[in-house]
């Protein structure tokens, strides 16, 4: 098993100033699934943003998959995000009047794919996320749920070794928004890291692990070993999160 | 992808450099389309500026090349062989200069010269009747003229005859075009009054662009001039046709020719090279109107910035799902460059599409040849795609420095 996210008394301070983040350690290993969690102003969109390379901290070091941000240009970052990290959206950021399939296939757009891979790639991922059927949909005429599916899938599409998914359910009905975060307990089952990003409490236990952010800081980071997953099959797949990583579906959907 | 993983797997440290992927030609035009085929209205309008100036180009451009072209395919027609003799002005003032009476056979002699014709002024004027004041001339000259005059201007006789032996004894007249408007005639039949006596009209001249002199006047037969109206047979102006090959030796002796005694006193022309200097004043177009052109163009280019800058601010959300998703500043530059450049790219092929149909459509209405210069065409277009990479840059630089967590925000 392999550090995925390596945080070291990460600070972030705005002009003001304003400190986000005051002296954050956090680890995450391959296979994990977490919830950051925390009231607004608590800091955790800035972690999100640092965990995702989308900014940079004032002090301390970010390892992203094995890589020093601090020592990557713009292009090395971008490739970084390109290969190594996926993220979900509240707002799903799906590009209107195209179809799933192609929505899915644009997060391979800046991997030097050519466009039939991504295509390829991207109906398999649709297919993991339970889409097989909504390939040629545009996103009006999918409900928010499975809009949102597109979404997780154009996260997954790239087997990033790391998700990050924030507020995921926070346009959802409550009914959806279980059917993705149990969509995201099954990618976690088949060996994807994944942090999800939340206000809500709930959500956040229903996780492993929970990191609850106050203040800029981590005042938190607790294991639920008995999660309540009320899944079936959740026992079964525990194993493979601390084996080889990948299910056979899933290696099958990179080639 | 395999190796990457076990890398990942073994140990996770990253040993494998990040090189961010090139988009491909094909993936760039279709990052660089996608905001245009998602608005398209807004891209009509924005490349219409750009369509309204390469338009007014290119139709200034061509409908001065379609008549340069048909005047100068008029010159080929017309032939640029032929000379004109006529009296010079004298060294002697106030003394009438005339040509002797045997230049028009002397002319006939030199070597190379293939045809020969010639007219003589009259006194006499043409009238519609002899009520008509005697000074009210209407700018008519009667001229006496030799039968092979209208085949050495290549004329033509709309309607009627032209005059031959027979006719050209008695009184009859052929009138150029324009002297046949101003007599009011419409048709051969009709009768003027030339010199005291009624002239039947036999026939009317088609326009001669060598020869504008003609056009105003009324031809009476050389032999019918003699007879009727006190002519002596000096001619007034010798035409002749030669090989294209000879017209500089020609020249060179016909003064001599034509008066060997006097050839100061005269004066030999060439009909054509006015028509060449027409044709090359035709040619240089109007400049005020191509500069029109390249205002409208100005003003279709920023246009298309202010589309451009408008779509940065709208698409942040794009641009930070683009970068997201792993899009370098380079990418994002080329995106919104790319889309520029295709947004001027589309109104110049439109101007250029309606540049050449505006001088189509004035070039057929004018019965000209349909003439686009290609350069102009190469030059409009290559204008709109510098246009398009100079409004696309400052615009696709602020989308690149956007930072992505403020883009990802701003909804």
Do not use: C
């Amino acid at each position: 098993m392999s550090t995925v996210v390596g945080l070291r008394a990460v600070t972030k301070e705005y002009p003001g100033p304003v400190a986000a983040l005051r002296g954050v350690d956090l680890t995450v290993e391959e296979g994990e699934l977490l919830g950051i969690v925390g009231p607004s102003g608590s800091g955790k969109s800035t972690l999100l943003h640092i965990i995702g390379t989308l900014d940079r901290p004032t002090a301390g070091s970010v390892h992203i998959a094995g890589h020093d941000v601090a020592a990557l240009s713009d292009r090395r970052l971008s490739a970084l995000r390109a290969q190594h990290i996926g993220f979900v959206f509240q707002a799903f950021h799906l590009v209107p009047g195209v179809s799933a399939r192609d929505n899915v296939a644009e997060g391979l757009l800046y991997s030097g794919l050519s466009r039939a891979v991504r295509r390829r790639r991207a109906a398999a991922a649709l297919e993991r996320v339970g889409l097989a059927d909504r390939l040629d949909h545009k996103p009006h005429q999918l409900s928010g749920g499975q809009r949102q599916r597109v979404a997780i899938a154009r996260a997954v599409v790239g087997e990033p070794a790391l998700l990050l998914a924030d507020e995921p359910t926070g346009a959802l009905d409550s009914a959806s928004g279980e059917a993705v975060m149990q969509l995201l307990r099954d990618l976690n089952g088949e060996g994807a890291t994944i942090a999800v990003i939340t206000h809500d409490t709930e959500i956040a236990q229903g996780l492993p692990r929970e990191v609850r952010v106050r203040d800029g800081q981590v005042v938190a980071d607790v294991r639920n070993p008995s999660t309540n997953v009320p899944n079936p099959s959740a026992a079964v797949r525990t194993p493979s999160r601390n084996g080889n990583g990948r299910s056979p579906a899933a290696t099958g959907a990179d080639q | 992808m395999r190796a990457r993983r076990a890398d990942r797997e073994a140990g996770g440290r990253g040993r494998e450099r990040l090189r961010a992927a090139r988009l491909r030609p094909r993936d760039v035009l279709h990052v660089g389309s996608a905001g245009l085929r998602s608005r398209p209205v807004r891209v009509v309008l924005s490349a219409l500026g750009i369509a309204i100036g390469i338009a007014t180009m290119i139709s200034v451009v061509g409908i001065s090349a379609s008549s340069q072209a048909q005047l100068l395919r008029e010159l080929d027609k017309l032939g640029t062989n032929l000379l004109v003799a006529s009296p010079g002005d004298s060294m002697f003032a106030g003394q009438d200069v005339e040509l002797p009476e045997e230049s028009v056979g002397m002319v006939g002699r030199i070597e190379g010269v293939q045809e020969v014709g010639a007219t003589a002024d009259l006194d006499a004027t043409a009238r519609r009747n002899e009520k008509i004041d005697k000074d009210d001339t209407g700018g008519i000259t009667v001229k006496a003229t030799t039968g092979d005059l209208l085949r050495v201007l290549r004329g033509e006789v709309r309607s009627g005859r032209w005059l031959d032996n027979a006719t050209g004894r008695y009184p009859s007249v052929v009138l150029g075009h324009v002297s046949a408007e101003r007599l009011g005639i419409t048709a051969p039949g009709r009768q003027v009054w030339i010199g005291g006596r009624y002239f039947t009209v036999i026939g009317i001249l088609a326009p001669l662009p060598l020869a504008p002199e003609i056009e105003r006047s009324a031809l009476v037969g050389w032999e019918g001039a003699k007879r009727l109206l006190g002519f002596e047979g000096h001619p007034t102006s010798v035409y002749e046709r030669s090989a294209d090959a000879a017209v500089q030796d020609v020249r060179k002796v016909m003064a001599a020719t034509v008066d060997p005694r006097n050839p100061q006193n005269v004066k030999v022309t060439d009909p054509s090279s006015a028509l060449r200097a027409k044709a090359a004043t035709e040619g240089a177009f109007s400049s005020l109107l191509l500069g029109l052109g390249g205002i409208a163009l100005l003003v279709g280019g920023v246009g298309v910035a202010n589309t451009m800058i408008i779509s940065v601010l709208e698409r942040r959300y794009e641009i930070g799902l683009r970068r997201s998703l792993g899009a370098t500043r380079g990418q994002i530059r080329i995106q919104f460059v790319t889309e520029s450049l295709m947004l001027s790219g589309l109104g110049g092929l439109a101007g250029v599409a309606l540049g050449a149909a505006a001088t189509g459509v004035y070039a057929y209405s004018g019965g000209l040849p349909w003439v686009v210069p290609p350069w102009a065409v190469g030059g409009g277009f290559g204008a709109t795609l510098v246009i398009g990479t100079i409004a696309g840059l400052y615009p696709a630089v602020r989308a690149s420095r956007l930072s992505p967590t403020l883009a990802l925000h701003a909804a």
